[in-house]
């Protein structure tokens, strides 16, 4: 799920990982501090996977913030750059090649004025 929402910047997939990530570290607090009997190698093992799941939240709330932020932007300067109305079905054409982002001496960290 993170992995398709990573590779085709689909922020729902990438959301979706990030909910189940913090499931995943609700449950290894759990076994962590929850259970009364467990054992040495119990807590070694889940004190890794607690440093692990945390890592992955707050890695995974940092790339879902900065994916959202960059679609905003480009659908922004896609809105107002080009002529055509933008459709919500259609796929967007990337900013990278060929883009009117390009042609106009525009930077993706900026939305034109008066956008905001």
Do not use: C
Not at 25 to 48: E, H, S, Y
């Amino acid at each position: 799920m993170g992995y398709t929402g990573n590779l085709k910047e689909r922020s729902v997939e990438l959301t979706g990982f990030w909910v189940l990530s913090m499931l995943s570290l609700g449950a290894t607090l759990f076994f962590l501090f929850g259970q009364k009997l467990r054992t040495p190698l119990d807590l070694a093992v889940n004190i890794l996977k607690l440093v692990y799941d945390s890592l992955s939240v707050v890695i995974g709330y940092v790339t879902v913030k900065h994916m959202m932020k960059t679609q905003t932007i480009r659908f922004h300067v896609n809105h107002f750059v080009s002529d055509q109305p933008v459709d919500a079905g259609s796929p967007q054409p990337s900013p990278v090649r060929g883009s009117p982002v390009r042609r106009i001496g525009m930077s993706m960290g900026t939305l034109p004025a008066g956008s905001e």
